[in-house]
Structure formats: C-alpha cells, structure tokens
Nanobody, 126 residues
Framework: QVQLVESGGGLVQPGGSLRLSCAAS????????MGWFRQAPGKEREFVAG????????PYADSVKGRFTISRDNAKNTVYLQMNSLKPEDTAVYYC???????????????????WGQGTQVTVSS
C-alpha cells in the first residue's frame, strides 16, 4: 500500500520561495506518474505540475510556468516542487498525487489520480 506524505508548506512573503516534498512509502515514486495539485478556498482543485513515470515529461500549469519546478529523487523516494517568485494567488493547500495507470503521459484532471496525500498549506502574504 502506497502512502504519500507532503511537507514543506508554510507562510512566505511575496517573491519568496518554498520547496514542497512528497515522500512515498510502499513503492518507489519512479513507479508512478506523480502530480502536484492545489486548492484555494472556494475554488476547485487544480493541476500545478506533473512528472511522468518513465520518460520524465514535466508539464506545468500556465500560471506557474517558469516559477515552479517539479523533480523526483528516486534514491530518496521523494517528489519535490520548488516554488520561486511566489505570489499571493499561489496561496492554497498543495496536494501530491499518484496516477498508477499510465506510463509516459501526465494528465491534468484530478480524477485521473488515484492516490493522494493529506496536503500542506502554502500561504503567500506580506
């Protein structure tokens, strides 16, 4: 049974940086396509970034492109989301998720992901 545990959230000023981590237990993160999503109060959960299982495709939402970077450390069984130049509109609960069905493709709809972490709060405010 795979479990996903996010960490690294917190309060940061606009323009600052945070690195989120998603540690997987039970199977290696290289076994699955992994995604980061976020959900702000009153809004739907939205795709932020993903990394495919085999070929390393890394699509991003337009709103974070050039500021966020997703990566995977197979030795540590962890997926990261490096977030730079943070804006107040990045404030949300960030979730890590795994898609155990597909190889070589990253889908952006949340209902394609069948395993989720508990989420970590990111607040960008001065």
């Amino acid at each position: 049974q795979v479990q996903l545990v996010e960490s690294g959230g917190g309060l940061v000023q606009p323009g600052g940086s945070l690195r989120l981590s998603c540690a997987a237990s039970g199977r290696t993160v290289n076994s699955y396509t992994m995604g980061w999503f976020r959900q702000a109060p009153g809004k739907e959960r939205e795709f932020v970034a993903g990394i495919s299982r085999s070929v390393g495709k890394t699509p991003y939402a337009d709103s974070v492109k050039g500021r966020f970077t997703i990566s995977r450390d197979n030795a540590k069984n962890t997926v990261y989301l490096q977030m730079n130049s943070l804006k107040p509109e990045d404030t949300a609960v960030y979730y890590c998720a795994a898609d155990r069905s597909r190889v070589g493709v990253v889908l952006t709809a949340a209902n394609n992901y069948d395993m989720w972490g508990q989420g970590t709060q990111v607040t960008v405010s001065s």
